[in-house]
C-alpha cells in the first residue's frame, strides 16, 4: 500500500465527496434535486437542467459491462507490471455509465453484458478507487 | 434551413511537406520552416505575399511567431491552435474566415512534430513528464493513457453491435500499405496482408499492432488564398467546395453516455459540409478518411455515408477503397503506412491528386503523366479524380471534413 505507484487523481472541489466516499468504501452518483437526472462523473451543475442543485446518492454498485478493451503495452506508471489489464465502461442499474478496471476475472473471459459488482482496491490511507468485479 | 456557403471562393494552392522519418534529429522550428518554404515556392509565391500564419500542437511543437521570422514574413493574422487529428480541415475554415474578414489574404496552416523521437503517444518520451489532469476519475487512475485505450471502446462496441470482424476492418491496413508501396516518401512500404493485419501482437484489444499508425517525425503545410488571387498562380487551383470543423456528439467528454457509442461526429458534420458543397457522397471520386487505427477510417467512411451505419467493415473489405477501386481511401498510405501526420498529409495528398501531380514513380509524374498501372512500385494516381473528400478525425466525438475539386 505503501509503494503504490500507479497515477492517483488531483482532486477537485467536485470531486472530493466522491473520493471522501470510496474511502468508506461506498459509491455515489449525483442525482439532480430540480429535474431528477443522475450523472456521472461529478461536475458543478446538472448538464441536463443546468440546476446546481445536485446532490449525492449511493449507487447499489452493481452493473454490467458495456464495452472494454484489453491493454497488452502500456507506458503508464503501476500498469506496465500488470500487463494485460482490461477497462470497461460499466453500466450501473442506475443508469448512469463509469471508467474502471475489471479485476480479478481472466481478460479472456470479460465480455459485453458481464454482470459485475464494485470492489474497492484501498492504495493509501483514506484512498481508495472503485473497480468491478464479476458479480 | 440553407446552408451558408462559401463554395470555389478559396483555394489551397500551395502544399509542402518535410521526409517522414523515425528520427529528424531537427528541431520542430527547422522542420515548419522547411515545409512553410516549400509550400510557399510550391505556390510560386514571395514571402511577402503570405501575411496569414495557423498552426495546430498540443505543447509539442513551434508557434507562429517562430516560424514566420525564420522565412521573413510579415504577418496580419496568426493563432496557434491547441490540437491533433480533425485540426487540418478545421483550419483551413478558419483560414478562409479570417480573408474573407479582410484581416489577412494568404493563410500558410502547419502542423510541425517529432512524433517519434520527441513526443510519442501514450505518454512516453517527453510526454511522460507532462502532468496528470484533466479527466483524471474518468481514465488516468485506471491506466488509461493512450489514443488506442480511448478509442478502442467504440470499435468493440461496433463489433457487438453489427458483428464486425477483426479481418474486416484488417483491409483498411492492406489497402493503404498497397498504396504506400507506390509511395516513395512512405515510412513503411511493404505490402501487407489481412493475416499479417490480424496475426500481429496486441497492442490494446481488439487492436493488433498492424492496426495502429506509424508514430513519425514530420512537418507539413498548406496556403490558403482567395480563388481570385489563386488564378494567377503556378499551380492548379483547388477549389474548396466545403469544410466542417470540430464537429461534435452531443457530449465531447463521456459520448457514449449519449451515444450511440458507435456513433462517430462525422454523423453531425455530414449535413454541414455535404450541404455547402452540394455534392452527395457518391459523387466523391477519393476519400482521405482519418487512419490513426483501421477502425477509424470504417467508421467515419459509414458515418459520412459512403455505405450504410453498421455495414462499414463490408464497404472496406470490398476493394472499393483500393486504387483501382471506385473510391480509393489515403491513397498515399496514410498514417497507417506514410506516416502520422494528425491529418494534414492526407489533405496534401488530396491536393495533389486532383492537380493530377501525385509523387509516384512513374517518370512523368511532375507533368501530370500517369500510367495508372497499379502494381508494385508503380502509380498511386486515379484517373480523372476531380472531387476528394478528407474526413478528420480527433476523437469518436469530435471531426472535421474537407471537400475540393479542381
Not at chain 1, 18 to 28: G, M, Q, V, Y
Request: glycine content about 10%.
Amino acid at each position: 500500500m505503501a509503494d503504490y505507484a500507479k497515477p492517483l487523481p488531483e482532486i477537485t472541489a467536485e470531486s472530493k465527496p466522491f473520493w471522501d466516499a470510496c474511502a468508506r468504501h461506498e459509491l455515489l452518483v449525483q442525482k439532480c434535486r430540480a429535474c431528477g437526472t443522475v450523472q456521472y462523473y461529478p461536475r458543478g451543475v446538472c448538464a441536463a437542467c443546468w440546476s446546481a442543485d445536485v446532490e449525492w446518492t449511493p449507487s447499489a454498485g452493481r452493473g454490467r459491462v458495456y464495452t472494454f478493451t484489453v491493454t497488452y503495452r502500456t507506458q503508464a506508471r503501476g500498469f506496465r507490471d500488470e500487463l494485460p489489464y482490461v477497462l470497461a465502461w460499466i453500466e450501473l442499474e442506475e443508469g448512469v455509465q463509469v471508467m474502471s478496471n475489471i479485476v480479478a476475472v481472466d481478460p479472456a473471459k470479460v465480455a459485453v453484458g458481464l454482470p459485475v459488482r464494485v470492489t474497492f482496491d484501498d492504495v493509501k490511507e483514506g484512498f481508495s478507487i472503485p473497480k468491478f468485479t464479476a458479480a | 434551413m440553407a446552408t451558408k456557403t462559401l463554395r470555389d471562393k478559396y483555394c489551397i494552392v500551395g502544399v509542402g511537406e518535410t521526409e517522414y522519418s523515425r528520427g529528424s534529429g531537427r528541431t520542430t522550428r527547422a522542420m515548419a520552416v522547411e515545409a512553410v518554404r516549400k509550400a510557399i515556392l510550391d505556390a510560386g509565391l514571395r514571402a511577402s505575399d503570405v501575411d496569414g500564419m495557423l498552426d495546430y500542437q498540443g505543447g509539442d511543437s513551434t508557434f507562429a511567431p517562430h516560424v514566420a521570422p525564420d522565412l521573413g514574413i510579415r504577418l496580419n493574422f496568426y493563432m496557434d491552435v491547441v490540437g491533433g487529428g480533425s485540426s487540418t480541415e478545421a483550419l483551413v475554415g478558419l483560414a478562409m474566415g479570417a480573408i474573407e474578414t479582410g484581416m489577412c489574404n494568404t493563410v500558410a496552416i502547419y502542423r510541425s512534430m517529432n512524433g517519434y523521437s520527441e513526443f510519442r503517444i501514450g505518454g512516453t518520451g517527453a510526454r511522460a513528464a507532462q502532468p496528470v489532469r484533466g479527466m483524471d476519475l474518468a481514465q488516468v487512475p485506471f491506466g488509461m493513457r493512450s489514443a488506442g485505450q480511448t478509442f478502442a471502446f467504440t470499435f468493440m462496441r461496433h463489433m457487438h453491435e453489427y458483428g464486425t470482424t477483426s479481418e474486416q476492418v484488417a483491409h483498411v491496413k492492406v489497402a493503404h500499405s498497397k498504396h504506400a508501396s507506390q509511395n516513395p516518401k512512405a515510412v513503411q512500404k511493404e505490402r501487407v496482408t489481412v493475416q499479417d493485419v490480424v496475426g500481429s501482437r496486441w497492442i490494446v484489444k481488439p487492436l493488433h499492432l498492424l492496426d495502429c499508425c506509424l508514430e513519425t517525425d514530420n512537418a507539413t503545410c498548406l496556403i490558403v488564398t482567395s480563388a481570385e488571387r489563386a488564378r494567377d498562380l503556378r499551380a492548379r487551383p483547388i477549389y474548396v467546395m466545403g469544410v466542417a470543423g470540430r464537429v461534435s456528439k452531443p457530449r465531447v467528454d463521456f459520448h457514449w453516455a449519449h451515444g450511440p457509442i458507435s456513433r462517430v461526429a462525422g454523423y453531425y458534420a455530414k449535413d454541414i459540409v455535404f450541404g455547402q458543397a452540394g455534392i452527395r457522397p457518391e459523387d466523391v471520386h477519393v476519400t482521405g478518411s482519418y487512419d490513426a487505427f483501421t477502425f477509424t477510417t470504417m467508421l467515419q467512411l459509414e458515418e459520412y455515408g459512403f455505405c450504410k451505419k453498421g455495414e462499414g467493415g463490408a464497404y472496406v473489405s470490398s476493394g472499393i477503397i483500393e486504387l483501382g477501386g471506385k473510391r480509393p481511401n489515403n491513397t498515399s498510405g496514410g498514417h497507417l503506412c506514410e506516416g502520422y501526420t494528425h491529418g494534414m498529409s492526407m489533405v496534401i495528398e488530396n491536393v495533389r491528386q486532383l492537380r493530377g501531380t501525385v509523387d509516384d514513380t512513374c517518370p512523368g509524374a511532375a507533368e501530370g503523366k500517369h500510367t495508372h498501372d497499379y502494381s508494385v512500385g508503380k502509380c498511386r494516381q486515379v484517373k480523372d479524380a476531380e472531387i476528394t473528400m478528407n474526413l478528420g478525425w480527433a476523437m469518436p466525438a469530435t471531426g472535421s471534413a474537407l471537400i475540393m475539386r479542381r
